[in-house]
């Protein structure tokens, strides 16, 4: 099964996210592509009515874009993996670099997150990834399986959890676009360490339809997360079926 979803960040209306909404329900009206699981990420003000217009046993799955590890409490403008779960959210996204560079997201919050949402029953994707200087001085792979191990410490099954490796230097409207040598140390070590311990291993970064096909080639990536590439329903559907070309089919 490969995994492909998108996070809409700080982006949309009401009214555009019922418009995706409803033209992705439209869209796999008779489910998602064969081996392929699709997920999107709406902002929180949209996450109920996209779950509405989606309606229930969608073949998409919700996520929320951040959650409080606590149930509930004087958290002011935060809403708890309960609450997202309450608006329709099966995931949850956590750790992102933007939340740790401008939110003060630490491994320690990250992994009160990962334990809140695996505890609420609901999907942790954990993202994690080296800004550029630790890509130049070849630390990659230690920077991404310790951001990882802190935040599974306590863990005792991760078997729900997806792993988004998502380099600093690669997202964003000013990314770099990785070549596939540029992923395999990282995706080899993760591989190695969890590929059988969590649910998949996704890339996300500058990711589009022209370049997806060989990042889902790249050995132990099991899926994408992408940005604006997917902002627009022909976009996504467009990667659902690159993805679905290469899916593996049970029993070969």
Same mark, same amino acid.
């Given at each position: 099964?490969? *995994?492909?979803?998108?996070? *809409?960040?700080?982006?949309?209306?009401?009214?555009?996210? #019922?418009?995706?909404?409803?033209?992705?329900?439209?869209?796999?009206?008779?489910?998602?592509?064969?081996?392929?699981?699709?997920?999107?990420?709406?902002?929180?003000?949209?996450?109920?009515?996209?779950?509405?217009?989606?309606?229930?046993?969608?073949?998409?799955?919700?996520?929320?874009?951040?959650?409080?590890?606590?149930?509930?409490?004087? *958290?002011?403008?935060?809403?708890?993996?309960?609450?997202?779960?309450?608006?329709?959210? $099966?995931?949850?996204?956590?750790?992102?670099?933007?939340?740790?560079?401008?939110?003060? /997201? =630490?491994?320690?919050?990250?992994?009160?997150?990962?334990?809140? =949402?695996?505890?609420?029953?609901?999907?942790?994707?954990?993202?994690?990834?080296?800004?550029?200087?630790?890509?130049?001085?070849?630390?990659?792979?230690?920077?991404?399986?310790?951001q990882v191990a %802190?935040?599974? %410490?306590?863990?005792?099954?991760?078997?729900?959890v997806l792993i988004?490796?998502?380099?600093? *230097?690669?997202?964003? /409207?000013?990314? #770099?676009?990785?070549?596939? /040598?540029?992923?395999?140390?990282?995706?080899?070590?993760?591989?190695?360490?969890?590929?059988?311990?969590?649910? $998949?291993?996704?890339?996300?970064?500058?990711?589009?339809?022209?370049?997806?096909?060989?990042?889902?080639?790249?050995?132990?990536?099991?899926?994408?997360?992408?940005?604006?590439?997917?902002?627009?329903?022909?976009?996504?559907? /467009?990667?659902? #079926?690159? %993805?679905?070309?290469? $899916?593996?089919?049970?029993?070969?």
């Open positions: 099964m490969l *995994w492909v979803g998108t996070s *809409w960040k700080m982006n949309g209306t009401l009214a555009s996210a #019922r418009d995706y909404a409803s033209r992705l329900r439209d869209a796999l009206a008779d489910g998602a592509p064969a081996g392929v699981q699709p997920f999107i990420i709406p902002p929180a003000t949209a996450l109920a009515a996209v779950h509405d217009v989606l309606g229930d046993g969608s073949p998409v799955l919700l996520g929320a874009q951040n959650a409080h590890w606590a149930d509930a409490g004087a *958290w002011t403008g935060e809403i708890s993996v309960a609450q997202a779960a309450d608006a329709g959210a $099966a995931l949850v996204e956590i750790g992102h670099s933007e939340r740790r560079e401008f939110f003060a /997201e =630490t491994d320690e919050t990250v992994n009160r997150k990962v334990r809140a =949402t695996l505890g609420h029953g609901l999907r942790p994707l954990l993202c994690v990834g080296e800004p550029g200087a630790v890509f130049d001085a070849g630390g990659s792979v230690d920077h991404v399986l310790g %802190a935040a599974l %410490a306590g863990v005792g099954d991760a078997g729900r988004a490796y998502e380099p600093i *230097w690669a997202i964003g /409207e000013h990314g #770099r676009e990785a070549h596939p /040598e540029d992923l395999t140390d990282v995706f080899a070590a993760l591989a190695a360490e969890y590929g059988d311990q969590v649910t $998949a291993l996704l890339y996300g970064g500058s990711v589009n339809q022209r370049n997806a096909a060989e990042t889902l080639a790249v050995p132990g990536v099991g899926g994408l997360f992408v940005g604006r590439s997917a902002w627009q329903v022909e976009g996504y559907l /467009e990667l659902l #079926r690159i %993805a679905a070309g290469l $899916a593996p089919v049970p029993g070969r």
